[in-house]
């Protein structure tokens, strides 16, 4: 036979057995992993998810499994032809896939109704709308098609790489054809992870926020009073604050607000916010060095309570913080922060971690140091704050070889601090877990030494502090996927599964190799939309925060609750507060 006809039957051959692969039936062994998979994706971890959320977990997890066992499979395969082992016969192979039938149904139906009933309980304990059993349909019929799509496109591309390898046998032999099927798999991989998330997916986001980042939000005004970044005689001009800059710049508390809230008789004053965005200033530094600028034109360090705000990936100052303080102080008080990316945090904490810790670093030591610089009787409060990846900023900012040395730098930049919703990777955070009382668990750690204290709730965080004090104050949910995520989580069991659950998460949580990575990494979709208390959702923490770390004389509990229950009821209806 010639060559050239040689050739056409080995790419024949290669193209049916293409086709046989597409419709071939599972494999059984497969399957059965798969099986495990699926029903371990239905155990609850942090948060309930949304019936498309659990039905793409669910789908995606069960793949893995079936990639798993068929893997596990061609291993066992390998060993037995080796040692010579008789293949099962097919008498027995019938057998397993009626128990495996069974087994389907068993999961289908008893799994799926579990899934619903653990949902409901969960969403009752973190003060959610409960759900229909028609959610565990819904859930079932989105994995699988989820499972028969991504099946489908694995044994096309494997099928190809057989392709290619039939091809190639012939003129560079097997092990040749082994080794470039090998290489010709990474290249497209990583040519697809180019294409589809760095040019596709990353580019277009990051040109997204960067347009989005010169608009204004509707009701965001430029402010009037001199007092504000953005206003009359700033050294940071509107246009330069970035969306998030002017929001956080024309949302101050109105005068009129704060005298509805403190009472008749009690003076109030209009607070100072001070902005620096991206364009105000080319470099981190610089931006801090402008905001200190700034705070001494307003006259930000006559008042009697100065906040170092660490923003978010955006830019983002959360308002019901920046109300909070205005509000307990009458109006007078300052704040302070400096943008350092437009990118959502979820995205930043991913591709910019290490711009928050600079951006943090940069304006907590120029504040600082011109703090420093003041008569001792004549400085403000200095008051250190950061939510979510803003806390990461400022935590790491700070952050020494040693637990000690740590405290002694976060006390030479500010005299308190409060941080909600730290995230998995602040340092100092990690110091302060791993020197806590042994008993206590690791959502509410009791720290011995340090002026650390922990709360998982409004009603658990400390006492008034009237007078400057070192505290730290962390506010931490025992539902919160942004406190909980980590990659360790895909091959090693968290304290937080494994030790005593938190009070709004579930007894019937377990761990499970990569699935409950994958759960997790679930729970911060939902995280953000939490109800508060929960999730990352910390509108009610912030009375209650800085009651801890700086209330003003004279300040009581009663007025602490007042204030969680108006910035709750703001949040809810969505309210400007600085109209």
Same mark, same amino acid.
């Given at each position: 036979?010639?060559?050239?006809?040689?050739?056409?039957?080995?790419?024949?051959?290669?193209?049916?057995?293409?086709?046989?692969?597409?419709? %071939?039936?599972?494999?059984?062994?497969?399957?059965?992993?798969?099986?495990?998979?699926?029903?371990?994706?239905?155990?609850?971890?942090?948060?309930?998810?949304?019936?498309?959320?659990?039905?793409?977990?669910?789908?995606?997890?069960?793949?893995?499994?079936?990639?798993?066992?068929?893997?596990?499979?061609?291993?066992?395969?390998?060993?037995?032809?080796?040692?010579?082992?008789?293949?099962?016969?097919?008498?027995?192979?019938?057998?397993?896939?009626?128990?495996?039938?069974?087994?389907?149904?068993?999961?289908?139906?008893? /799994?799926?109704?579990?899934?619903?009933?653990?949902?409901?309980?969960?969403? =009752?304990?973190?003060?959610?709308?409960?759900?229909?059993?028609?959610?565990?349909?819904?859930?079932?019929?989105?994995?699988?098609?989820?499972?028969?799509?991504?099946?489908?496109?694995?044994?096309?591309?494997?099928?190809?790489?057989?392709?290619?390898?039939?091809?190639?046998?012939?003129?560079?032999?097997?092990?040749?054809?082994?080794?470039?099927?090998?290489?010709?798999?990474?290249?497209?991989?990583?040519?697809?992870?180019?294409?589809?998330?760095?040019?596709?997916?990353?580019?277009?986001?990051?040109?997204?926020?960067?347009?989005?980042?010169?608009?204004?939000?509707?009701?965001?005004?430029?402010?009037?009073?001199?007092?504000?970044?953005?206003?009359?005689?700033?050294?940071?001009?509107?246009?330069?604050?970035?969306?998030? /800059?002017?929001?956080?710049?024309?949302?101050?508390?109105?005068?009129?607000?704060?005298?509805?809230?403190?009472?008749?008789?009690?003076?109030?004053?209009?607070?100072?916010?001070?902005?620096?965005?991206?364009?105000?200033?080319?470099?981190?530094?610089?931006?801090?060095?402008?905001?200190?600028?700034?705070?001494?034109?307003?006259?930000?360090?006559?008042?009697?309570?100065?906040?170092?705000?660490?923003?978010?990936?955006?830019?983002?100052?959360?308002?019901?913080?920046?109300? %909070?303080?205005?509000?307990?102080?009458?109006?007078?008080?300052?704040?302070?922060?400096?943008?350092?990316?437009?990118?959502?945090?979820?995205?930043?904490?991913?591709?910019?971690?290490?711009?928050?810790?600079?951006?943090?670093?940069?304006?907590?030591?120029?504040?600082?140091?011109?703090?420093?610089?003041?008569?001792?009787?004549?400085?403000?409060?200095?008051?250190?704050?950061?939510?979510?990846?803003?806390?990461?900023?400022?935590?790491?900012?700070?952050?020494?070889?040693?637990?000690?040395?740590?405290? =002694?730098?976060?006390?030479?930049?500010?005299?308190?601090?409060?941080?909600?919703?730290?995230?998995?990777?602040?340092?100092?955070?990690?110091?302060?877990?791993?020197?806590?009382?042994?008993?206590?668990?690791?959502?509410?750690?009791?720290?011995?030494?340090?002026?650390?204290?922990?709360?998982?709730?409004?009603?658990?965080?400390?006492?008034?502090?009237?007078?400057?004090?070192?505290?730290?104050?962390?506010?931490?949910?025992?539902?919160?996927?942004?406190?909980?995520?980590?990659?360790?989580?895909?091959?090693?069991?968290?304290?937080?599964?494994?030790?005593?659950? /938190?009070?709004?998460?579930?007894?019937?949580?377990?761990?499970?190799?990569?699935?409950?990575?994958?759960?997790?990494?679930?729970?911060?979709?939902?995280?953000?939309?939490?109800?508060?208390?929960?999730?990352?959702?910390?509108?009610?923490?912030?009375?209650?925060?800085?009651?801890?770390?700086?209330?003003?004389?004279?300040?009581?509990?009663?007025?602490?609750?007042?204030?969680?229950?108006?910035?709750?009821?703001?949040?809810?209806?969505?309210?400007?507060?600085?109209?």
């Amino acid at each position: 036979m010639a060559k050239d006809d040689t050739e056409e039957v080995i790419s024949t051959s290669a193209r049916q057995r293409l086709g046989q692969r597409l419709v %071939a039936r599972p494999d059984l062994g497969a399957v059965g992993v798969a099986t495990v998979f699926w029903a371990v994706s239905l155990f609850p971890t942090l948060l309930p998810r949304a019936n498309l959320i659990q039905g793409g977990l669910t789908g995606v997890s069960a793949m893995v499994g079936y990639g798993v066992g068929g893997l596990g499979l061609l291993a066992w395969r390998a060993v037995a032809r080796r040692a010579g082992w008789p293949s099962p016969p097919a008498s027995a192979r019938r057998v397993g896939r009626v128990v495996l039938g069974i087994a389907w149904l068993v999961l289908l139906s008893g /799994g799926s109704w579990l899934w619903w009933h653990w949902q409901n309980v969960q969403r =009752d304990l973190v003060g959610m709308p409960l759900i229909s059993w028609r959610s565990a349909f819904n859930v079932i019929l989105i994995a699988l098609v989820l499972c028969v799509v991504l099946l489908a496109v694995s044994r096309l591309i494997a099928g190809g790489l057989g392709w290619i390898f039939s091809s190639l046998r012939p003129r560079i032999g097997g092990a040749g054809a082994r080794v470039a099927v090998g290489v010709v798999a990474i290249v497209v991989a990583a040519l697809a992870g180019k294409v589809l998330i760095v040019d596709g997916v990353y580019a277009s986001t990051d040109a997204t926020f960067k347009a989005g980042d010169n608009g204004t939000d509707p009701g965001v005004h430029q402010p009037t009073s001199s007092l504000d970044s953005g206003g009359p005689g700033s050294l940071t001009p509107w246009g330069t604050l970035g969306l998030q /800059g002017r929001t956080f710049a024309g949302g101050a508390v109105s005068k009129k607000h704060l005298a509805q809230f403190a009472g008749p008789g009690v003076p109030v004053t209009q607070p100072i916010r001070v902005y620096a965005g991206l364009k105000s200033a080319p470099t981190a530094e610089a931006r801090a060095a402008l905001a200190v600028r700034e705070l001494e034109r307003t006259g930000a360090f006559d008042r009697p309570v100065l906040v170092v705000a660490t923003a978010t990936g955006t830019g983002w100052v959360d308002p019901s913080a920046a109300s %909070a303080i205005e509000y307990m102080w009458h109006g007078n008080s300052a704040i302070v922060s400096i943008q350092y990316s437009y990118l959502p945090s979820w995205i930043a904490f991913l591709t910019e971690t290490a711009a928050a810790a600079d951006a943090g670093r940069a304006l907590q030591d120029a504040v600082a140091a011109k703090w420093r610089q003041l008569p001792a009787d004549h400085r403000p409060r200095l008051v250190l704050f950061g939510q979510s990846l803003g806390s990461q900023g400022s935590d790491n900012a700070m952050a020494k070889a040693d637990l000690p040395t740590s405290m =002694d730098s976060v006390f030479a930049h500010g005299q308190s601090v409060l941080y909600t919703g730290p995230t998995g990777s602040n340092e100092i955070w990690h110091q302060l877990l791993a020197a806590r009382t042994p008993t206590s668990p690791i959502w509410r750690p009791v720290e011995p030494t340090a002026p650390a204290l922990f709360a998982n709730s409004y009603a658990e965080i400390g006492g008034a502090t009237t007078t400057p004090v070192k505290r730290i104050q962390y506010v931490q949910h025992a539902s919160d996927p942004v406190t909980w995520w980590s990659m360790d989580v895909a091959w090693w069991p968290p304290e937080w599964i494994t030790g005593p659950h /938190g009070p709004d998460t579930m007894g019937q949580m377990i761990w499970f190799p990569f699935v409950t990575w994958l759960q997790t990494s679930a729970d911060l979709i939902a995280g953000f939309s939490a109800s508060v208390g929960h999730g990352h959702n910390y509108t009610d923490a912030f009375a209650g925060g800085f009651t801890s770390v700086a209330a003003p004389p004279g300040w009581t509990k009663a007025d602490t609750k007042s204030l969680a229950e108006l910035l709750t009821i703001l949040n809810a209806i969505g309210s400007d507060v600085g109209s």
